[in-house]
């Protein structure tokens, strides 16, 4: 619906829709009210959940809700105060962000990041399926990291403990779920190349176009005035053998 008012023959009708309340821009807004209201309900159940859990269960969320209303002591609902001046006055170390903003990242990840991430989980784990040699070396990697952990906890009570199993028994019997930490994740290297070399050959969005805003300059030199349109092709520019060499398609 959205695309419609880039599409339309006579420019600027959207916008006489929109204010008449008719047509497509009718059915966008009620499309929105829906997807805007879903949001809101989720974040009123997470705030009523953590007022009532302990400090303890509550602490131990780790969705990225929870994260994003900085959890515990977070802005009531329907206030606006900025996070930051919130921070200082409640003298908090964690980010607040009110209900308007925190509804505003969740639809941009329902919109934006949903097609997307699973575009790209698809073409990396097909591509695994076709390169074993790079899942065995990302399998070694993370059994690396774990083996770290458990001799990092020696002496004390380990929560999880958990084995990668190898592509000849890929039995999951006896294994629990385990959970890695943000420093933990830094340390994959090879898995980060790895997905980055699945979103260079096979990015979600292959093509996508762009207007100026304002007068800019590439760095190529070409001139754009305000209101050029342009288009880039990612697909494309990931297969570039002078950029990636001869073997970019591997």
Same mark, same amino acid.
């Given at each position: 619906? %959205?695309?419609? =008012?880039?599409?339309?023959?006579?420019?600027?009708?959207?916008?006489?829709? =929109? @204010?008449?309340?008719i047509g497509s821009e009718e059915r966008l807004r009620q499309s929105l009210k829906v997807v805007n209201d879903f949001a809101m309900h989720a974040i009123r159940t997470r705030r009523e959940q953590l007022a009532t859990e302990s400090c303890v269960n509550s602490s131990?969320?780790? +969705?990225?809700?929870? =994260?994003?209303? *900085?959890?515990?002591? *977070?802005?009531?609902?329907g206030k606006e105060e900025t996070a930051m001046k919130d921070?200082? +006055? =409640?003298?908090?170390k964690s980010p607040l962000f009110s209900d308007k903003l925190l509804r505003d990242m969740i639809v941009s990840f329902l919109l934006a990041g949903r097609d997307t991430s699973s575009s790209a989980l698809t073409w990396f784990f097909w591509l695994l399926t076709k390169n074993p040699r790079v899942e065995d070396s990302i399998r070694a990697e993370i059994q690396q990291i774990l083996d770290a952990r458990k %001799?990092?906890?020696?002496?004390k009570t380990v929560a999880r403990e958990y084995t990668i199993p190898s592509n000849e028994n890929n039995s999951s019997k006896g294994n629990t779920e385990v959970l890695f930490s943000y420093d933990e994740l830094r340390n994959m290297d090879y898995l980060q190349a790895a997905l980055s070399e699945t979103l260079r050959l096979y990015p979600?969005?292959?093509? +996508? %176009?762009?207007? @100026? %805003?304002?007068? +800019?300059?590439?760095?190529d030199g070409t001139v754009l005035k305000s209101g050029t349109q342009i288009s880039y092709h990612p697909y494309a520019m990931g297969r570039i053998q002078s950029l990636w060499g001869e073997d970019c398609l591997e």
């Open positions: 619906l %959205s695309l419609k =008012r880039f599409l339309g023959i006579i420019p600027y009708l959207w916008k006489i829709k =929109r @204010a008449l309340k131990q969320r780790k +969705d990225l809700l929870c =994260r994003f209303m *900085g959890h515990p002591g *977070g802005l009531e609902m921070v200082e +006055d =409640r003298n908090v %001799s990092n906890c020696e002496g979600p969005v292959p093509q +996508d %176009s762009r207007e @100026a %805003s304002k007068k +800019d300059v590439l760095p």
